[in-house]
């Protein structure tokens, strides 16, 4: 892994994302992006684009300001923790819809890394957007969604839900890809069958076999 993006919408659900960014930053010595973006279609509403309605026009421009002195203090405030914890990094500040933004951006790198609730959309302190629906359901990278509490010195171990299709096998091999198995064990294989526990244990045993060690 060398490359890991984290979702910056300055709120408190995304700190744990950028400590869980910087630890593996560390750990891997790759390279951390932080993207944080205006969500000027939110504030432009059903107006067409470039087509601001001369009513609306001074209260736009005015809310369009807001947002983006905050996506930049949330950027500020990524690249002094990065600096202090003398850690490569990169911004990014996008202006659009935040979950295109940020599957667009995607392609470019590794990992994507969000908050359990994300805020990105304009107004929405206080109330979670959908963005991190929409990219779970789009991302063409892993995507690693944080608790709002992160024990990161205590936290290991990973449980694995494996049920031998596709979706589930192309999940796992993507986990070894990444190089994550490395630092998060001991691995934990859960497979359930409706009717037969000796097929979930077959099942759960070639996942552990794709992993290489025994169950």
């Not at 930049?72 to 295109?100: M, N, T, V, W, Y």
């Not at 206080?126 to 991302?139: E, F, I, N, Q, S």
């Amino acid at each position: 892994m060398r490359t890991i993006l984290v979702g910056l919408d300055g709120s408190q659900d995304c700190a744990s994302a950028v400590d869980l960014g910087i630890k593996w930053a560390k750990r891997f010595e790759c390279l951390l992006i932080g993207i944080g973006v205006v969500d000027e279609p939110a504030i432009r509403g059903c107006s067409p684009e470039g087509h601001i309605s001369p009513s609306y026009q001074v209260a736009y421009d005015q809310l369009l300001k807001e947002s983006r002195h905050q996506v930049e203090q949330a950027l500020e405030h990524f690249a002094i923790r990065c600096s202090d914890e003398c850690i490569a990094f990169k911004l990014l500040e996008d202006e659009g819809q935040p979950c295109e933004r940020i599957l667009t951006e995607l392609q470019r790198y590794d990992l994507l890394i969000l908050g359990c609730k994300t805020h990105f959309a304009h107004a929405s302190a206080d109330h979670p957007c959908d963005t991190l629906g929409k990219v779970l359901r789009a991302a063409s990278r892993p995507v690693v969604v944080t608790p709002r509490t992160l024990s990161i010195d205590d936290a290991s171990g990973v449980i694995v839900a494996y049920d031998g299709s596709v979706q589930a096998s192309r999940a796992l091999q993507t986990f070894l890809a990444t190089g994550l198995a490395a630092v998060c064990q001991p691995i934990q294989i859960v497979s359930v069958h409706p009717s037969s526990t000796v097929e979930a244990a077959r099942t759960a045993d070639r996942a552990s076999e794709f992993c290489g060690f025994t169950i």
